[in-house]
C-alpha cells in the first residue's frame, strides 16, 4: 500500500475532503492533476475520525489503482486497435478495402467500451476498493 500525506480540508460524515502535499508517485506525471501550488485536492475515507486541520497519512493499494488505470485507459485503446485491425482483415478478405470503414468501426468499439468502464467505475465506488483512506493521525494543528 502507498501512503501519502495530507491535510484535511473539510469532513462530512465518515468522507473527508483532504489537500495532498506533492505525491511522490505523481513526481514525473504530466496528467495535470496537482494544483499550481503543488497540491492535489481529493475525497478520502475517514474510518479514524480526524479533524478539520489534521496532518494524516493516506493510503491507496497501488495494485488496484493500476488495474483501475488498465481498465480506464488501456481497454477502449485495445477496442479501438481491434477494431481496426479485425475491420481491415475481414474487408481485405473480401476484396473491398476501406480505410475509413476501419476507422470508424475502431471509434464505434473505443466508445462501446466506455460503457462496461462506466460500469466498472461504478462498482469500484460502490465497493471502495480502489478509493483513499485515511490511516493514521500524523499531528493535529
Excluded: W
Excluded at 493510503?59 to 481498465?71: E, I, P, Y
Excluded at 479485425?86 to 476501419?102: K, P
Excluded at 468499439?109 to 478509493?131: N, Q, R, T, W
Aim: net charge neutral; aromatic share 8%.
Amino acid at each position: 500500500m502507498d501512503t501519502e500525506e495530507g491535510i484535511i480540508l473539510e469532513t462530512y460524515g465518515r468522507i473527508a475532503t483532504i489537500q495532498i502535499k506533492s505525491a511522490g508517485a505523481c513526481s514525473r506525471c504530466k496528467a495535470g492533476c496537482m494544483e499550481r501550488d503543488g497540491f492535489m485536492v481529493a475525497e478520502a475515507e475517514n474510518p479514524i475520525g480526524a479533524k478539520v486541520g489534521d496532518t494524516v497519512s493516506l493510503g491507496l493499494d497501488s495494485k488496484k489503482a493500476l488495474t483501475a488505470s488498465f481498465v480506464v485507459f488501456g481497454l477502449p485503446l485495445l477496442a479501438l486497435f481491434i477494431g481496426v485491425i479485425a475491420t481491415n482483415f475481414v474487408t481485405d478478405r473480401i476484396g473491398y478495402q476501406n480505410q475509413a470503414l476501419s476507422i470508424i468501426v475502431g471509434l464505434i468499439a473505443f466508445s462501446l467500451m466506455f460503457i462496461p468502464v462506466k460500469a466498472y467505475d461504478k462498482h469500484l465506488k460502490k465497493s471502495g476498493a480502489c478509493s483513499i483512506t485515511i490511516v493514521e493521525i500524523m499531528k493535529d494543528s
